[in-house]
């Protein structure tokens, strides 16, 4: 019968445990969830208002969102795609 109680109290103190594991965890990820949503929000070039990241223009002053910065690989490519294109046809009008 002691036993038992015994048992029964180590039982209580895990789920405890388990309960204060599970809302630290609930809490973290809360925190988590509130720095991605930081991390979302752009600032208007024109007021330097705070928008959220769903809108589309300043909530200030309708500025468009200012488009997001690409690595400068991306940029490249797409220059020397067109200027691939832009010689050949300039190529096809000399022939032309
Ligand atoms: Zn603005």
Redesign the pocket.
Known sequence: MSRKQVLKGIVDKGKAEEAQRKKEERERKKKEKENNTNAGKWN??????E?TKAKK???????PKPAPKRVADDDAGSVSSKRIRTSGGGTLAELN
């Open positions: 208007c070039v024109v007021c330097t208002f928008n223009k300043c909530q200030m002053c309708q500025a």
